[in-house]
């Protein structure tokens, strides 16, 4: 699949201020959320980045679906994607939910994308279908039991560190691929990768392993810290 540079070099530089604010949201976590620092205006700000990053995910699904046509791996390329980030979305919910079984991450970001990819991959390059997804997203949908709800959004059942459910993010996400399929869709040329990446885009290629990776990095910093060092 062809790529757009500027998409990396966004990718990468989100990451930035979404590292920051997983600082404030991890040392928050490992206090059982007796501190918020999070909260801090600033702060919050920061971690709104997060809808930079869906909005990106949905673009990207887009330039794949258009291009699906000259790709006949399409679906299985998709599906192994989506599989890898619920992959990693798993190894940080297990992590939280040994560490912190109160304030687990059952259903955050990266659960969300991975879903959203699956279910949107077969439709993404038809835009009125998107905008039935759209719509259904506004529907009031009953609760049916604690997993489902938590995936769809009807009900929070659970603390936890980090949500994401469907109903309230697929919004998004649907209109990153509205908006690539705007953009790409009459773009004959895509840019082609440089033969020597720069930093932001080395960050946004690999924005998966980085995300999973300071996440993680952090919650095994501040939690050694606080129980084993008693530094705060």
């Avoid at 000259?70 to 979305?89: D, E, G, P, T």
């Avoid at 991450?105 to 994308?113: A, C, V």
């Avoid at 560190?161 to 908006?179: C, E, H, R, T, Y």
Wanted: one cysteine or more; glycine letters at 6%; proline letters at 3%.
């Amino acid at each position: 699949m062809s790529r757009i540079i500027l998409i990396d070099k966004i990718r990468g530089f989100a990451f930035i201020p979404m590292f920051i604010f997983h600082i404030f949201s991890t040392y928050d976590l490992t206090n059982n959320f007796t501190t918020l620092t999070s909260g801090n205006p600033i702060v919050s700000f920061l971690g709104q980045i997060r809808n930079v990053f869906i909005i990106l995910a949905g673009m990207s699904l887009s330039l794949s679906a258009l291009n699906k046509r000259n790709n006949k791996s399409y679906y299985s390329v998709r599906i192994k994607r989506s599989i890898q980030i619920l992959i990693h979305a798993l190894a940080i919910s297990a992590l939280t939910e040994y560490l912190f079984p109160g304030f687990a991450i059952k259903f955050g970001i990266l659960h969300f994308i991975g879903i959203a990819t699956l279910l949107l991959a077969p439709i993404a390059s038809n835009n009125i279908l998107l905008l039935i997804v759209l719509l259904i997203c506004f529907i009031k949908i009953p609760n049916i039991n604690p997993t489902v709800d938590t995936i769809l959004g009807t009900s929070i059942h659970y603390n936890m560190a980090d949500w994401f459910p469907l109903k309230q993010n697929l919004p998004l996400i649907v209109s990153g691929v509205l908006l690539g399929n705007v953009i790409f869709e009459k773009k004959n040329k895509i840019d082609k990768v440089q033969t020597q990446d720069s930093v932001l885009e080395w960050m946004g290629k690999n924005s998966l392993d980085l995300y999973t990776g300071h996440v993680v990095l952090l919650i095994l910093i501040f939690y050694i810290a606080k129980h084993h060092f008693h530094m705060y």
